[in-house]
């Protein structure tokens, strides 16, 4: 092979072409890009929060940042909102991360998660309430202990709750007006419950299901358990939780508290249990519910608004849902769980936990007392997304726009039934939730299945709770 | 023909050459494969450093009901979903050689095709509102024949067969383009002169276009079953492995123990059973292939 000179024009082509790639890559380098130290966790100057996706406003994130920095100008915060399902598939993908060596320095927890991340991962709050009790006495005058407890684990507080929802009814407006009915009272029980859904199914037509839920372990069949004075598993308090109680609530408010729910010894073939499941069974069976597997919140909305589900279970959450899709103040309204032998109701609570693997939990206790402010409450919680956890933002005008009219029944539930109890969630909370979910619909999916069913999910229980986490 | 031993230069250059790929294989698959092996025999929860196990994670594998449920079903699935797909895509792929306009053709090649490039996540969630027993188009449609509502996705036998039907009608365009191309290199005159002696349709596809086909089918075969052992999204998306186990697979399981109970060895030991039976099936029709597969 013989060399020649390259030509002037291939010379100059040349020369354009590297220009313009060198050019190409300047401009490149100096967007703003991905790097390494954009990985959560990685950039260890910055405090990373762990939010769900859906938790928060993508709006209303910027309360949570740049105005904290305003005021901790030597604290950088990111805000990692994961996009999850629910908050079994948000832990996770926390859990994965932190696997992978990138753990957040704080994670908002729900009732789900709170004694998997106490036992495992999470830094007890103790010495910084005590250190900061005075800051902090107007937030737990504004708390319902109920909530403050659930967040307790073995006496010590992981975390301040932010919201919560409890489990309610919601009622269809349109098909309440179709069926004759008024919105029923609040000492309404199961019986009434049940003569409700069947004069539904009367006028409904085809296509209409007059109560629709889904199986879940909040919402699911956990409220029916709690309202007939059971559960899956033994439910008991740890001893503890004193210097929290004596130090900011009154005599009345702190009796029976303790320093924690403690999740015992499984209980599915309990004789109330199965009187739940016979129950739900026969709804089932004369077309007066969804069957469990049948339930998803993705479709409810448009089933409920357009009078096709009468009844469904949900908390103040659905408040802010509802109006975002459109739905009328007017075409529904909320009322309590029906009586059985209690008035117990299910609740579940969401707040900001610290990572024991944080080096930078001081920074990340400034940023929990920070996001319980009434004022960043009142901000971040303006479209009625959830129930906030202080009373006091409880308002008529907070629910002038999306209703329900009787919005009141959401806190009422904690203040007028304080033996109220939240998701039963031990450490051992996803093995927990796979068996009741699956044995629930094993149990509702043909007759003759809930003693078969009951003892399995016995079995499957007693084999999650052996296990240490 | 001789042989001659490259020069010193060119090996280098050879090894040059794949060193790229040979570092992505092993990096990405020998060893996560060996990783995973060694984490079968320790009890690992992520949080904690990993502790020896011993054989316990295989134990609890093999008394665990749920665990052998999934193995069961994702059997189960295999047999149905690939015999399924191969037969709706072999069936749709002659059909396509039968006289029609070209465009007509080409537009059906593309529809067949089209769902294999979605995002079989995404197709699940439509199609789980499509299944609705109470608010889905299919029973809408159904009980405007009179039908009543099927449980598509809330009894045990459904619920299979829905996730089948899902997981058929997006993987049957793969299987489907393979047959056309198999189909397209079959020389017309074997089909000519089969006709001349009298051969009728049935027939002319029973000697001549399966034995000639054979190579492809087993290719199609081999791909499908060891997609369908992997199944995931669809019955993760549709069913969420319910109701009860019904619909729980192999993979579910594994992803299930490891990322939401935290058991990374024991699902490290369902991922490693979980090849052996890839591997031991795909041997089997290998070996089958020998007596089946004619190649010209």
């Given amino acids: 092979m013989t ?10 082509r040349a020369g354009g072409y590297s220009l313009t790639a060198a050019g190409l890559g300047a401009t490149a380098a100096s967007w703003d890009r991905l790097s390494a130290s954009d990985i959560p966790g990685r950039d260890g100057s910055m405090l990373t929060v762990a939010v769900l996706g859906s938790a928060i406003d993508p709006s209303q994130q910027s309360v949570l940042v740049e105005d904290f920095q305003r005021l901790h100008p030597d604290i950088r915060v990111r805000l990692l909102a994961v996009q999850a399902t629910d908050w079994n598939d948000f832990f996770s993908k926390i859990l994965t991360q932190i696997a992978a060596g990138s753990a957040p320095d704080v994670v908002y927890v729900a009732t789900e998660g709170v004694q998997l991340f106490a036992k495992r991962l999470g830094v007890a709050l103790d010495a910084w309430v005590r250190r900061d009790a005075d800051e902090l006495r107007e937030y737990f005058a504004d708390v319902h202990p109920s909530l403050v407890e659930s967040m307790m684990y073995e006496g010590s507080l992981y975390q301040l709750p932010v919201e919560f929802n409890a489990a309610n009814m919601y009622l269809s407006g349109k098909v309440l007006r179709r069926t004759h009915a008024e919105l029923p009272p609040a000492d309404w029980t199961r019986d009434d ?62 009796r029976g508290r303790g320093g924690g729910y403690r999740w015992g010894a499984p209980q599915a073939l309990d004789g109330r249990v199965e009187e739940v499941y016979d129950y739900l069974a026969s709804l089932v069976h004369d077309g007066l519910c969804s069957r469990p597997e049948g339930g998803s919140g993705t479709n409810l909305i448009g089933a409920f608004s357009t009078g096709r589900v009468g009844v469904t279970p949900a908390g103040g959450f659905w408040a802010g849902g509802l109006h975002e899709a459109g739905v009328e103040r007017d075409a ?121 069913a009951l003892r399995a999910l016995q079995r499957d229980l007693e084999r999650a709770m052996e296990r240490d986490t | 023909m001789s042989t001659t031993t490259p020069p010193a230069r060119h090996r280098a250059l050879t090894w040059l050459f794949l060193a790229p790929t040979v570092l992505g294989v092993a990096v990405f698959t020998v060893v996560p494969i060996v990783g995973s092996v060694i984490l079968s025999f320790f009890h690992w929860d992520v949080i904690d450093p990993p502790t020896s196990a011993g054989s316990a994670n295989y134990r609890e594998l093999a008394t665990d009901t749920s665990i052998l449920t999934a193995f069961g079903n994702t059997l189960l699935f295999m047999v149905f979903a690939v015999t399924l797909q191969l037969a709706t895509a072999l069936v749709l792929a002659l059909a396509l050689q039968g006289r029609m306009p070209r465009w007509i053709q080409q537009a059906l090649r593309s529809a067949f095709f089209f769902p294999l490039v979605l995002s079989a996540a995404s197709i699940s969630v439509v199609m789980k509102y499509l299944f609705n027993q109470d608010f889905g188009v299919v029973n809408w449609v159904l009980g405007q024949f009179g039908a009543s509502p099927v449980p598509w996705l809330t009894s045990e036998g459904w619920a299979m067969a829905a996730v089948v039907l899902v997981y058929v009608w997006q993987q049957f365009g793969f299987s489907f383009l393979l047959f056309v191309g198999g189909l397209a290199n079959i020389p017309r005159e074997l089909h000519e002169a089969a006709a001349m002696d009298g051969a009728t349709g049935l027939r002319k596809h029973l000697r001549i276009t399966l034995p000639l086909l054979s190579p492809t089918l087993l290719v199609a075969s081999v791909v499908g079953v060891i997609n369908a052992l992997q199944v995931f999204e669809q019955p993760y998306v549709l069913t969420d492995g319910g109701p009860g186990d019904a619909t729980r697979t192999a993979v579910m399981v594994l992803y299930q123990t490891a990322f939401e109970q935290l058991r990374f060895g024991e699902a490290s030991a369902i991922g490693v059973v979980l090849f052996a039976l890839i591997l031991t099936v795909t041997a089997l029709q290998f070996r089958l292939s020998r007596r089946f597969v004619h190649y010209q």
Avoid: C
């Fill in chain 1, 3 to 12: 060399l020649t000179a390259p030509s002037r024009r291939t010379v100059l």
């Fill in chain 1, 193 to 254: 419950f049940t003569a409700l859904l069947r004069d539904m199914k009367r006028t409904g037509g085809r296509g209409f299901t007059p109560f629709f839920w889904t199986n879940r372990l909040w919402g699911g069949v956990v409220p029916w358990l709690f309202a007939n004075g059971t559960n899956v598993l033994t439910e008991s308090k740890a001893p503890g939780g004193d210097w929290l109680w004596n130090r900011f609530y009154p005599e009345k408010q702190r």
């Fill in chain 1, 332 to 452: 529904y309204d909320a009322q309590f769980f029906p009586r059985w032998r209690t008035r117990r109701h299910q609740y579940g609570a969401a707040g900001y936990a610290v990572l024991r693997t944080s080096e930078r939990q001081d920074e990340a206790w400034e940023f929990v007392k920070y996001a319980v402010r009434r004022d960043v409450m009142t901000r971040l919680f303006q479209k009625n997304q959830t129930t906030p956890a202080r009373r006091s933002m409880l308002t008529a005008r907070r629910y002038a726009a999306t209703g329900p009219a009787h919005w009141d029944i959401f806190y009422d539930t904690l203040d007028r039934f304080p033996a109220s109890g939240p998701i039963p969630a031990p450490p051992q909370v996803a093995a927990v939730d796979l068996a009741l979910t699956k044995h629930t619909a094993t149990a509702l999916g043909s007759a003759g299945s809930v003693k078969p």
